[in-house]
């Protein structure tokens, strides 16, 4: 049990909300099962990190969840949060370290799709990822389609590299106008991107976080922070304190790995022209750790003959304001309905 273990909403009596262990790609992971109505279409959501597990099992019975809001979302369908590979609940000190490659984890999500479509005996499911969930999410849509209603990319990456090039100008400008020295100094050491080995890609990471990219505030705007986050695991009813500890440490250092590292400086969407199934990326205006001029630039050239959607949200950076969570979460409830629409049609 959490430390404080609080519950913000439950789930109806006739509904479905279990924690489950299931076998992904040779190892035992877990996922959170919600819904009030077990009859409604299946969403699954795929968290960021790799390995900070949020949305997922943490997220039971709690509303904010830094990409989205879930209260409302679990009336209208099955949600299903899961703990990838090595990330919370899903943590394992044995679990293979050359099996944290970018493929293996995609194949992880493709086996988890056909588990919940015959489990609840559905033929398609909706995939929603945030930050590094959508590099698994955009490729599942790629590749497997026919499996989708539709695709919600929250934060989506395109490419690695190039990101990697805009947070490194976007941190050197900061850094200098606060005359912050020791920053400059180690981006002088660093050198422009690509970051190909470990310690690079470490390295520079640390002074984007100091730098506050993942949070956007304002005069006007407050957001809960990485405060916020940890809470969550605080107050979550599947987490103990040996698990909060391999979340914030364990996992990230078995997560990370020169192979890992390698995988994301391939990572490149603009080589994919054409999606087969209905689309939607959904971005924080004032995103500096994902910036969204790549995500407009390729929603703009990208064939969707199923329909796309591009949406920005004013208020937030990577980590969504909570005000703007309850407006993600509105957007995929009624998306879905379109989408279902579009169908009956």
């Known amino acids: 049990m959490g430390l404080f273990s609080k519950r913000e909403f439950t789930i109806a009596e006739e509904g479905i909300d279990l924690v489950e262990k299931i076998r992904l790609g040779g190892v035992d992971q877990f996922v959170l099962i919600q819904g009030d109505d077990v009859t409604k279409p299946v969403l699954l959501f795929v968290h960021g990190g790799p390995c900070m597990p949020v949305p997922g099992v943490v997220s039971r019975g709690q509303n904010f969840a830094v990409s989205i809001s879930t209260k409302e979302l679990v009336k209208h369908f099955i949600v299903v949060f899961w703990d990838q590979r090595g990330a919370g609940k899903s943590y394992h000190k044995n679990t293979p370290k050359e099996s944290f490659r970018v493929e293996q984890y995609i194949h992880d999500c493709y086996e988890l799709i056909d588990i919940l479509r015959k489990r609840f005996n559905k033929e398609k499911v909706f995939l929603a990822g945030h930050s590094w969930g959508t590099i698994i999410g955009l490729s599942i849509a790629s590749r497997h389609p026919e499996k989708l209603h539709a695709y919600i990319g929250i934060s989506q990456i395109i490419n690695w590299q190039e990101n990697d090039m805009i947070c490194f100008d976007w941190l050197k400008a900061r850094a200098e106008k606060a005359n912050d020295r020791k920053t400059l100094k180690k981006l002088e050491e660093l050198g422009r991107p ?51 500890f391999h979340t914030l440490y364990s996992s990230y250092n078995q997560t990370y790995t020169q192979e890992l590292v390698e995988d994301f400086a391939k990572v490149n969407f603009k080589t994919i022209k054409r999606i087969e199934t209905p689309l939607a990326f959904l971005h924080g205006a004032k995103d500096v750790h994902v910036d969204g001029q790549p995500v407009e630039q390729y929603f703009i050239e990208l ?15 990577h980590m969504f304001h909570p005000d703007d969570t309850k407006k993600i979460e509105k957007f995929i409830i009624e998306y879905a309905e379109k989408v279902s629409e579009m169908l009956v049609v």
């Open 194 to 244: 690509p970051y190909l080995l470990l310690k690079q890609w470490t390295d520079f990471r640390r002074p984007l976080i100091k730098y506050n990219s993942m949070v956007y505030e304002s005069e006007k705007v407050k957001h809960p922070g990485m405060l916020g986050a940890l809470k969550l695991f605080l107050n979550s009813s599947e987490y103990s304190m040996k698990a909060i």
């Open 303 to 317: 064939e969707a003959p199923f329909g796309k959607e591009l949406v920005w949200y004013d208020n937030s950076g």
